[in-house]
């Protein structure tokens, strides 16, 4: 995780770093409790949310469950882009939503800003069970990362939030456990790693040194924001993210993005459906 500058913190940025990830591993602890007792406890999970920035990354996974679009968008604000796929599979409820496209350039609405919005007015209005941010990112050949390996991250933090004063700094980084799924883990092949976010494709020296810290072997442009609500409106989150480029690696970002979105969707696509396969069934404890 991302230290405090020396000439602010000096020896005492990683007690305080660990003592924060404590903290937020406690906190991840608490929402399960809490949400399991509004579930009936051992009672199986029956409504997902699904959040993804992109609809390249949405398609597949509304045919796949055999989801249909919610035509008159009455669960959202009037005028806001959103949109809600919904339907039922096995034995579960899903609501999968994207953030649809800017009103005005007509590009996706990626970014935390429209992820974090989205999350936000969806549990809101659908009170999920559990909440997936499903996506593509960045990873990391020093952290042994490679195309189309998808990743179900342990923790998630911010690279681009920088506020060097005490404690200010630590929200900034914003570090926090995603919902601990050891069963999960053990059934379906997926990797672990740390997720960090920020609101850039590319990646500025500061951030770099501030994913380092962070950490990372992966790296996207929504996870951290939804995990932030979810853990705000005490909901259980977990991402699931394919690693569409490599980092550092000798391609440039956008181009190897570009190259790789569709082949690698398709390998999000069966891991996340692999993880719904998995939970149908189970309560937030089986996980």
């Known amino acids: 995780m991302m230290a405090l500058p020396e000439e602010i913190a000096g020896e005492a940025a990683p007690d305080a770093m660990a003592a924060a990830e404590e903290e937020a591993a406690v906190a991840v602890k608490s929402v399960a409790e809490e949400t399991s007792g509004k579930t009936g406890g051992d009672r199986p999970i029956s409504t997902i949310l699904i959040v993804i920035a992109m609809q390249t ?9 055999g989801l249909t679009e919610d035509a008159d968008g009455s669960v959202f604000p009037k005028g806001v882009p959103w949109v809600r796929y919904h339907g039922a599979y096995k034995g579960l409820h899903i609501d999968l939503v994207w953030p649809g496209k800017d009103i005005i350039l007509g590009v ?98 500061q951030d770099e040194a501030s994913i380092l810290a962070n950490d990372a072997t992966i790296k996207d442009m929504e996870g951290a924001a939804v995990a932030y609500v979810a853990d705000l409106l005490s ?20 181009e190897e993005f570009m190259q790789n979105l569709i082949a690698v969707t398709a390998a999000l696509d069966q891991a996340v459906t692999e993880v719904v396969d998995f939970i149908n069934g189970k309560s937030l404890y089986e996980l």
């Open 57 to 65: 990354e949405a398609l597949p996974l509304v045919a796949k469950f």
């Open 108 to 205: 996706d609405s990626v970014g935390t800003v429209s992820s974090a919005l989205l999350t936000f007015a969806s549990i809101q209005a659908l009170k999920p069970d559990l909440v997936i941010n499903a996506g593509t990112a960045g990873g990391f050949k020093a952290k042994g990362a490679c195309i189309r390996d998808v990743y179900l991250p342990s923790h998630v933090a911010f690279h681009d939030r920088r506020i060097p004063i005490p404690v200010f700094d630590l929200y900034g980084i914003g570090s926090r456990q995603t919902f601990s799924t050891p069963n999960l883990l053990k059934e379906v092949n997926l990797k672990v790693g740390r997720l960090s976010t920020g609101n850039s494709l590319d990646m500025s020296p």
């Open 235 to 254: 909901v259980p989150a977990i991402c699931v993210k394919a690693v569409t480029d490599i980092v550092d690696g000798d391609k440039p970002t956008a």
